[in-house]
């Protein structure tokens, strides 16, 4: 079991490791288009900010397991596309370490990093059997969302079931 899952909402893409992303559901950069690209040792994601907000949990910034989400290929179902585990969510957007641009040529910056033997992506043919019950999906019409940790209520149906989603989808080796 894991305490602390996020889900983050990114925009839909087959690898992210700088291929195009889906302009209707990214914003305008595709910073996630980097997210399981390694760079040395590590993988570096990008989370859009929800009303300009990162995620800020209360507490521990480590060891989270942190969901990326994503409309599957642009008008489905949310499904997850793939996960980082021991994750380190950072206080702001730092720049990149290998300095790649984002689509508008600015710097591209990440704001959750972890080890990139603990980043998986889960191939897009796969993706489907794990999409959110429609009755969770309302709740990403923000960009992140907390199922466990930072003090949320841990009787809220909706968190629990996207809790066990997140476990399962860990769960199953790829």
Partial sequence: MYDQILF?????AELYTGDNVDAHTSDKSWCERHNFLKVGTSCYGYITPANRRLPNPKGDRT??????????????????????????????????????????????????????????LIPSDERLQYALPSEVTAYFRRTFCYARGNNIDKTQRWRNILAETAERVVGNPR
Wanted: positive net charge.
């Fill in 8 to 12: 983050a909402k990114i925009g839909w």
């Fill in 63 to 120: 060891n989270w397991l942190i969901v990326f989400v994503a409309p599957w290929k642009v008008d489905g179902p949310i499904v997850p596309v793939g996960f980082y585990l021991n994750a380190k969510l950072e206080p702001e957007y730092l720049k990149r370490p290998d300095g790649l641009p984002d689509r508008l040529r600015k710097k591209n910056v990440y704001c959750v990093s972890t080890l990139e033997t603990n980043a998986v």
